[in-house]
């Protein structure tokens, strides 16, 4: 972060945000690059100073820049978080951030894999080795209910979060929400096989469900890497481990067309986010049609 006369108050706020708010590390991550962003852009100006229409210029700086849309309004939106934590921590008056909008992000769809891929992905045998037991099952938990990797790489072993009798695994998602969510017939039968082999890669008392190489807790750059290298081998390119939560939600829709229960299982606060799922399945109906439709066809 640049040296700035209001740093310290910048990092009094993003402490809150660990301690309080109890935000995951990635997103303190994201708000912690926003608010360098603004002090660097502020230069010698102080947090107290800038009104709405530096605002816009730092941001139509920062499109200029080639921000996306996404980003500025992700941007935008941890300056208003700052405002609002500096209004009734430090004082603050206002909120110069209050009214500013971002330029119109075109959201494109998730890429998912589809049905074939993905039955093509987990046909693999582990063959006994206890790293791929281990790749397996974490492949599968997250395919077969739709976990971030976060979610996946904090789970424990022995704290009656993952019940393989009922089928069943409990997490704690973004804004501290929690949720159960099912396990599929796959995955646990792919959860047992890694927790026999556990022993061989753990090192005594760990309490991580998913180990790496030295016996401790698995990052989630290993995960990545680990899935993007599985993934090749079967012959798929550039798969990483939120495009299986996006084939599940996919996948999930396409048979159910349960808009609210795809929701819940995501653990998404709005249903309009699951939506972007509805899409995708139109896609997919819609390259049927213009494949089968004797009026689509071209000539």
Same mark, same amino acid.
């Given at each position: $972060?640049?040296?700035?006369?209001? /740093?310290?108050?910048?990092? @009094?706020?993003?402490?809150?945000?660990?301690?309080?708010?109890?935000?995951?590390? %990635?997103?303190?991550?994201?708000?912690?690059?926003?608010?360098?962003?603004?002090?660097?852009?502020?230069? @010698? $100006?102080?947090?107290?100073?800038?009104?709405?229409?530096?605002?816009?210029?730092?941001?139509?700086?920062?499109?200029?820049?080639?921000?996306?849309?996404?980003?500025?309004?992700?941007?935008?939106?941890?300056? !208003?978080?700052?405002?609002?934590?500096?209004?009734?921590?430090?004082?603050?008056?206002?909120?110069?951030?209050?009214?500013? !909008?971002?330029?119109?992000?075109?959201?494109?769809?998730?890429?998912?894999?589809?049905?074939?891929?993905?039955?093509?992905?987990?046909?693999?045998?582990?063959?006994?080795?206890?790293?791929?037991?281990? @790749?397996?099952? $974490?492949?599968?938990?997250?395919?077969?209910?739709?976990? /971030?990797?976060?979610?996946?790489?904090?789970?424990?072993?022995?704290?009656?979060?993952?019940?393989?009798?009922?089928?069943?695994?409990?997490?704690?998602?973004?804004?501290?929400?929690?949720?159960?969510?099912?396990?599929?017939?796959?995955?646990?039968?792919?959860?047992?096989?890694?927790?026999?082999? !556990?022993?061989?890669?753990?090192?005594?008392?760990?309490?991580?469900?998913?180990?790496?190489?030295?016996?401790?807790?698995?990052?989630?750059?290993?995960? /990545?890497?680990?899935? !993007?290298?599985?993934?090749? /081998?079967?012959?798929?390119?550039?798969?990483?481990? +939120? $495009?299986?939560?996006?084939?599940?939600?996919?996948?999930?829709?396409?048979?159910?067309?349960?808009?609210?229960?795809?929701?819940?299982?995501?653990? +998404?606060?709005?249903?309009?986010?699951?939506?972007?799922?509805? +899409?995708?399945?139109?896609?997919?109906?819609?390259?049927?049609?213009?494949? %089968? +439709?004797?009026?689509?066809?071209?000539?």
């Amino acid at each position: $972060m640049p040296a700035h006369p209001d /740093r310290p108050l910048v990092a @009094d706020w993003l402490e809150s945000l660990r301690v309080q708010r109890r935000l995951s590390p %990635a997103t303190i991550s994201n708000y912690h690059r926003a608010a360098a962003a603004l002090l660097a852009l502020s230069g @010698d $100006m102080r947090l107290g100073e800038i009104d709405p229409a530096q605002i816009r210029r730092f941001v139509a700086g920062l499109h200029a820049r080639g921000l996306s849309g996404r980003t500025l309004a992700l941007t935008l939106s941890a300056w !208003r978080s700052l405002y609002r934590w500096l209004s009734r921590q430090r004082g603050f008056r206002s909120n110069p951030v209050q009214a500013v !909008r971002a330029p119109k992000a075109v959201r494109g769809l998730p890429k998912v894999l589809s049905v074939e891929q993905a039955q093509r992905l987990f046909d693999v045998d582990a063959d006994g080795d206890c790293a791929r037991l281990r @790749d397996a099952a $974490m492949f599968e938990l997250l395919y077969s209910s739709g976990l /971030r990797l976060a979610e996946l790489v904090s789970l424990d072993l022995g704290d009656g979060r993952l019940d393989l009798a009922t089928g069943e695994v409990t997490v704690t998602g973004k804004g501290s929400k929690t949720r159960t969510v099912p396990v599929g017939t796959r995955a646990r039968d792919a959860l047992r096989r890694w927790l026999e082999a !556990r022993a061989g890669l753990a090192s005594p008392g760990e309490a991580a469900l998913f180990v790496g190489a030295r016996g401790a807790r698995i990052a989630p750059g290993t995960v /990545r890497a680990r899935l !993007r290298a599985w993934a090749l /081998r079967q012959g798929i390119d550039a798969v990483h481990p +939120h $495009m299986l939560r996006h084939s599940f939600a996919s996948h999930l829709l396409q048979s159910s067309q349960d808009l609210r229960a795809v929701q819940e299982m995501l653990g +998404h606060a709005s249903v309009s986010t699951t939506q972007v799922y509805t +899409h995708l399945d139109y896609q997919a109906l819609a390259k049927v049609y213009d494949a %089968a +439709h004797p009026r689509a066809r071209k000539k």
